[in-house]
């Protein structure tokens, strides 16, 4: 099944970014999570996943996770750092 998704103006325009660096819970609708630190999630959810949970193990810095269906909510282990770059309302 193929889903279109539009991000129009998203990769281009942004419409805000969230920076975390603790272990607050973090939710609202995300279309990229920008690692800056190797970093684990204790929590991440997002739209349309079918396959194994986006925890439990290190994510290296420099990687970017998109998903243009939304990331809702995601939670650090500690040291973690993250940017993470919202859809359009």
């Excluded at 272990?23 to 609708?29: D, F, L």
């Excluded at 949970?53 to 996770?65: D, K, L, N, V």
């Amino acid at each position: 099944m193929q889903n279109n998704v539009n991000i129009a103006g998203a990769a281009g325009a942004c419409h805000g970014v969230v920076v975390e660096t603790g272990t607050t819970a973090v939710t609202g609708k995300f279309y990229a999570i920008q690692v800056l630190t190797d970093t684990n999630f204790s929590l991440f959810t997002e739209n349309g996943n079918t396959g194994d949970a986006m925890t439990g193990f290190t994510i290296p810095a420099g990687t970017t996770i998109i998903n243009g269906l939304g990331i809702t909510a995601f939670t650090l282990v500690a040291g973690g750092r993250v940017r993470a770059y919202k859809l359009p309302a």
